[in-house]
C-alpha cells in the first residue's frame, strides 16, 4: 500500500534483442575498430574487433588469411583489445570489459567485469606486471590486476575507489559469471557523444571544469609506472597506476586525443588528436618537443617499431597512411584508404610471406577501416630518406610546423594535393567482410524490412523468417520502398536497426505481443482456419527452443523433480507446457502435452537431440529457421550487464531470472495468455440503399482484427442464402501480385447466381484486406466500421478505393 496517494511508477521489462545474422558469419560485417597482431613463434596471428560485436582471430601466415576462431559475447561495438599470454581482453560499448582464452578453438569466454558506468573505449596493458587499465566516458579509469582479480578506480578518485575490490581468480572463471558491479547508469544504445566514428571522431563536446572529459585513449608503460589517458578536454592526463596520484597533465592539442604511444620508461609520449597533429612530448619536462602537421583531419592510431620513436605511423579520418622520421621531420605517404582508418598493426618483417610478392624486406601495416573488411599494405623497410636503400626523397616531404594562422582543416593536404602518390597502391593481402546494412525501413505489414548495405545494394528481410527473401541490387532505396508499399494495419511489435552491420529486432512487453496472424496465411499445414499466431511469441519461442529444452532435459534429472514456481513440468508428462502451441510435426500441430523430436513419433521418454543434422528445435517453425546462419539473442542480466549468445549456444545453465528476463519464462516455458487487449473490432453489415435485399438477423459484430473481408463476405452469404437469397461470392482484389490480375466483369450466365458485392463509403472492399486496414485506409473513422452489401451490377460495379501511398 502507498500511504502518500503516489502511484507506483511501472517496472521497466528488460527487453530482448534477436540478431538476424548474415549468411557468411565467418566474416565481419561492420567496421573493424581495433586490430591487434600479438608476437607468436613460428606463426602470425591476427585479432581483429567489430562494430558488429563480435571478436575474430585470424591466421595470416599464407597467401590467403584463414578464420582460427570467433569469440561472441559482447553486445554492442567493440572497441579495443590487448593481450597478455593467452589471455584476451576486449572492451565494448556494452559497458563491460571481458575476458577470454585467445588461443581458443571456439572463443572460450572466460569472465565479464561490469565496474564501468558507460562505455568502455580503450584499454592498455603491462603484460609483465599483469595489469589491465580500461578506461571510457565519464573519464572513468580501472586497473584490473588478472592475477589476483583485483580491480580499482584509479580516476576520478572517490573514497569507495579507495579499497580494491577482487572478483576472484579471473582466468579460471568461465563464461555467465559476472562482477560485482560499480554501476550501470549510461545508455544501452547509440554512439559515442559527439557522433559515430563512421561519420567523424566520435569526440565529445568540451565539458565544464568540474566534470572531467570521457578518455579515448590509454598508454601504458611495461612498468604500469606511468598511465597516460587522452581524454576530450584535448588534454593527455599523467596518473601513476600503482598509487593513483597525478602526475601532470600536457596540454597543446585543440581537440580530443585521440591516439598515444608511451616508451618503455615513461619518458618520452606521443599524442596524436583530432586537430589533425602529432605531437612529441618530453615528459619530466612537462613541454610537447615537436610537432608533426602531416595528416588534414583526425589522427586515430599511431604505431611505433621501437622505443625512439624514430619513425611513426598514423592514419586517422582523412584516410591516408603515412611514415613519419622524427629526427629529419620528413614524411611520406605510405598507401589511401577507401574509408577512414580506425587503427594499425604493425607485421615488422613481412618477407616474401604474401602470396611470394611481398617487398623484400619490407614492412606490413594492418589497416583497421570503418568498412567490414581488413587491408595489409606492404611498403619498403623504414630507412630514412636520403639513406642508402632509404625512400624516395621525391615521395618524402617536411612536417615542420605550419602557422598557426591556418584553420586546421587547411593545414597539409599535401597527401591528396600536389601530385603526391602513396608507395602502395594495392593491398597486399584481404580480410574479405560483409557489407554492412546502414538503412533500413519497416514496411507496413511489420514483417517485412528493407535493408540497404554500405555497397548500395537493397534487400528484404523477413523477421518472421529470420533471413533476407529478396535482393534488388544496386537500386534506388526510397523509390523500392514505394513500390513494395502495400495498405496494412499492424501493430508495431518490435523495433528495428542496423548498428551492428545487420539487421537487429527488439521486443518489450507489452507491444511485443500486439500483432498475430492466421496460421493459414502464415502458410502453417493442418491448422483450424481460426489458429491464430501471436509473432512476438512465434520469436520468442524459437529463439529461446534450445534455452527449453536444455533446462528440461536437466530438470528430467533432478532429483528433487522440478522445483516450484518454475512453472516446467518434466517432458513427456501429460499437461507439459513445454509444447508451444506453434510447434510442428511433420507439418502439422503437435498434440498439447507432448514434446516431439524431429522425425519421433513419441513424445514420451527423454528428450533426444534430434535425428539426422537438424535438432529438434529447428522444427517449432522449420520455415523460421530456413537461414544459413541462426540468430544470435542479446539481453541483460538483473544487475544490468548486456550479454548476446548464439541461439545454438543456449545450454540451459542460464538462470531465469538472474539471465532471463521472467516475462521470457512465462511465454517460452509457462504459456502465459499473450492475446493483445485490443485485437477486436466492432462492424456493422447493413444492405445498401436500394439493394432490396434483406437485413441479417444479427447485424452488429465483433471479430478479430486481422479477419479478412473474404470471411466476412462468406459470412454474410451465408445468412443471405439462409433467407432464400442465392448469391455467389466473387473475390476482388486491390493488387495481388502472385496471382493473375482479375479478369473484367461479365454478365452472369442464364442461371448463374448474381455476385455479392460489399462495400465502404462506396467502394468496393478488396478481399484480402483484414478489418483493421479496411478501418485505417478507408472508414477512416474511429466508430463501427459500416459494411453494405449489394447486388454487383456488372455494367456500374462499386469503384475501387483510392488509398494513397506512403506519405499520402
Known amino acids: 500500500m502507498y500511504s502518500n496517494g503516489a502511484v507506483p511508477r ?16 565467418d566474416k565481419h560485417c561492420a567496421g573493424v575498430e581495433a586490430v591487434l597482431s600479438p608476437v607468436v613463434p613460428n606463426h602470425k596471428l591476427l585479432f581483429t574487433a567489430s562494430r558488429d560485436s563480435t571478436i575474430k582471430r585470424w591466421d595470416v601466415v599464407g597467401p590467403e588469411p584463414i578464420l582460427e576462431a570467433s569469440f561472441e559475447g559482447h553486445a554492442d561495438w567493440v572497441n579495443d583489445m590487448a593481450i597478455i599470454g593467452d ?26 567485469l561490469s565496474y564501468h558506468s558507460d562505455y568502455v573505449t580503450c584499454l592498455a596493458a603491462a603484460p609483465a606486471r599483469g595489469m589491465v587499465v580500461s578506461a571510457g566516458l565519464r573519464a572513468e579509469i580501472f586497473t584490473v590486476n588478472v592475477e589476483t582479480g583485483k580491480y580499482t578506480q584509479l580516476y576520478p578518485r572517490s ?32 554512439p559515442f557523444p559527439g557522433g559515430s566514428v563512421s561519420n567523424g571522431p566520435f569526440s565529445s563536446p568540451h565539458l565544464a571544469k568540474e566534470q572531467p572529459g570521457s578518455v579515448y585513449a590509454l598508454a601504458l608503460n611495461p612498468a604500469a609506472t ?55 612530448w618530453d615528459i619530466g619536462m612537462q613541454r610537447c618537443v615537436q610537432t608533426y602537421t602531416l595528416h588534414s583531419d583526425a589522427v586515430w592510431s599511431l604505431l611505433s617499431p621501437d622505443d625512439s620513436f624514430g619513425v611513426i605511423y598514423s592514419a586517422g579520418r582523412d584516410r591516408a597512411l603515412y611514415r613519419t622520421y622524427t629526427h629529419t621531420r620528413t614524411s611520406e605517404l605510405l598507401a589511401v584508404e577507401e574509408y577512414p582508418v580506425q587503427a594499425l598493426a604493425l607485421d615488422p618483417d613481412v618477407g616474401l610471406d604474401v602470396a611470394g610478392r611481398g617487398v623484400v624486406g619490407g614492412v606490413g601495416l594492418w589497416a583497421a577501416t570503418s568498412a567490414s573488411h581488413m587491408n595489409l599494405w606492404v611498403v619498403p623497410r623504414d630507412l630514412p630518406p636520403g639513406s642508402a636503400g632509404g ?181 513427456g508428462a501429460p499437461g507439459s507446457v513445454l509444447h508451444s502451441q506453434m510447434q510442428l510435426q511433420g507439418g502439422g500441430l503437435a498434440q498439447p502435452g507432448t514434446l516431439v523430436a524431429a522425425g519421433s513419433s513419441s513424445g514420451t521418454g527423454a528428450l533426444p537431440e534430434g535425428s539426422g543434422t537438424q535438432p529438434y528445435y529447428l522444427d517449432i517453425w522449420p520455415k523460421y529457421w530456413a537461414c544459413r546462419a541462426l540468430p544470435a539473442v542479446i539481453c541483460s542480466r538483473q544487475d544490468g550487464t548486456r550479454w548476446r549468445r548464439s541461439l545454438s549456444a543456449f545450454d540451459g545453465t542460464e538462470a531465469e531470472p538472474a539471465e532471463v528476463p521472467t516475462w521470457v519464462g512465462d511465454v517460452v516455458l509457462r504459456n502465459a495468455n499473450v492475446t493483445p487487449k485490443e485485437a477486436k473490432c466492432a462492424f456493422v453489415l447493413l444492405p445498401a440503399e436500394g439493394s432490396n435485399l434483406p437485413s441479417l438477423p444479427q447485424s452488429k459484430l465483433n471479430a478479430p482484427r486481422i479477419l479478412q473481408v473474404h470471411k466476412v463476405a462468406n459470412y454474410c452469404h451465408g445468412k443471405l442464402q439462409d433467407q432464400g437469397v442465392p448469391l455467389e461470392v466473387r473475390p476482388f ?4 501480385p502472385p496471382h493473375p490480375p482479375e479478369p473484367p466483369p461479365e454478365s452472369p450466365k442464364r442461371g448463374e447466381p448474381p455476385a455479392l458485392e460489399l462495400t465502404c463509403h462506396g467502394m468496393a472492399v478488396p478481399y484480402d484486406m483484414s478489418l483493421a486496414t479496411v478501418k485505417k485506409y478507408i472508414w477512416k473513422r474511429s466508430d463501427d466500421l459500416i459494411f453494405h452489401y449489394r447486388i454487383r451490377d456488372p455494367e456500374h460495379p462499386a469503384p475501387p478505393p483510392v488509398i494513397p501511398g506512403p506519405g499520402g
Open 87 to 112: 589471455l584476451l581482453i576486449t572492451c565494448s560499448n556494452d559497458q563491460t570489459v571481458r575476458l577470454w582464452k585467445a588461443g581458443s578453438e571456439n572463443g572460450q569466454h572466460l569472465h565479464t
Open 733 to 736: 482484389f486491390l493488387r495481388r
Open 226 to 280: 606511468v598511465l597516460a589517458a587522452g581524454t576530450s578536454e584535448a588534454l593527455v592526463r599523467l596518473l601513476d597506476p600503482r598509487s593513483g596520484k597525478k602526475i601532470t597533465k600536457l596540454r597543446g592539442h585543440l581537440d580530443t586525443v585521440r591516439a598515444l604511444l608511451l616508451n618503455t620508461d615513461g619518458t618520452t609520449l606521443l599524442s596524436g588528436a583530432s586537430d589533425g597533429t602529432i605531437k612529441l
Open 159 to 190: 573514497p569507495q575507489s579507495a579499497s580494491q575490490n577482487s572478483l576472484g581468480s579471473v582466468p579460471s572463471v568461465h563464461a555467465h559469471m559476472s562482477a560485482p558491479m560499480v554501476s550501470v547508469l549510461g545508455s544501452d544504445d547509440g
Open 391 to 571: 625512400a624516395d626523397t621525391g615521395r618524402a616531404f617536411s612536417v615542420a610546423r605550419r602557422s598557426q594562422g591556418l584553420p586546421v582543416n587547411m593545414r597539409n593536404r599535401m597527401s591528396l594535393e600536389q601530385n603526391r602518390q602513396p608507395i602502395a597502391r594495392v593491398p597486399e593481402m584481404v580480410i574479405p567482410g560483409t557489407p554492412g546494412l546502414v538503412l533500413h525501413e519497416v514496411l507496413t505489414d511489420k514483417r517485412r524490412v528493407l535493408t540497404q548495405d554500405m555497397r548500395g545494394h537493397v534487400g528484404l528481410w523477413d523477421v518472421l523468417q529470420g533471413a533476407q527473401v529478396a535482393s534488388y541490387g544496386k537500386v534506388d532505396f526510397s523509390s523500392k520502398s514505394r513500390e513494395l508499399w502495400e495498405p496494412h494495419s499492424v501493430p508495431s511489435w518490435f523495433t528495428a536497426d542496423t548498428r551492428l552491420g545487420c539487421l537487429c529486432i527488439t521486443l518489450e512487453p507489452p507491444s511485443a505481443f500486439m500483432a498475430e496472424e492466421y496460421g493459414v496465411t502464415l502458410e502453417y499445414g493442418n491448422v483450424p482456419d481460426d489458429f491464430k499466431v501471436n509473432y512476438g511469441k512465434l520469436v520468442l519461442d524459437c529463439a529461446f527452443a534450445k534455452w527449453r529444452y536444455k533446462l528440461a532435459a536437466s530438470l528430467s534429472n533432478h532429483p528433487l523433480g522440478v522445483p516450484a514456481g518454475v512453472g516446467l513440468q518434466v517432458p
Open 10 to 25: 511501472a517496472r521497466k521489462e528488460r527487453k530482448v534483442s534477436v540478431v538476424f545474422r548474415h549468411p557468411n558469419d
